[in-house]
Nanobody, 119 residues
Framework: QVQLVESGGGLVQAGGSLRLSCAAS????????MGWYRQAPGKQRELVAI???????NYADSVKGRFTISRDNAKNTVYLQMNSLKSEDTAVYSC?????????????WGQGTQVTVSS
């Protein structure tokens, strides 16, 4: 069992920035890919960014150049730096840990944090 706790959400004006944090209860980065997902009202949940156990990153086209995913192994925390925020970025953002290799069936989610971008 791994617990993930997100923080850092809030209300920000368009063009502003927020940094989301996802703290894991245990050191899991070596065995998991960490991802940020979001779900806006009336839309399907989508993958925003992912960082693999090896440190490689991938982003949704809609956030490339604006968002950065990173991790701090010592703090067991993954971050999502969000810059140049737009109204369409408004969503509940959730952190996900997915096991890699032989642990690929492991799947953990945080409770989510609301991000609201005002126009």
């Amino acid at each position: 069992q791994v617990q993930l706790v997100e923080s850092g959400g809030g209300l920000v004006q368009a063009g502003g920035s927020l940094r989301l944090s996802c703290a894991a209860s245990r050191s899991i980065f070596s065995i998991s890919a960490m991802g940020w997902y979001r779900q806006a009202p009336g839309k399907q949940r989508e993958l925003v960014a992912i960082i693999t156990s090896r440190g490689s990153t991938n982003y949704a086209d809609s956030v490339k150049g604006r968002f950065t995913i990173s991790r701090d192994n010592a703090k067991n925390t993954v971050y999502l730096q969000m810059n140049s925020l737009k109204s369409e970025d408004t969503a509940v953002y959730s952190c996900n840990a997915r096991g890699v290799g032989l642990l690929r069936d492991l799947d953990y989610w945080g409770q989510g944090t609301q991000v609201t971008v005002s126009s």
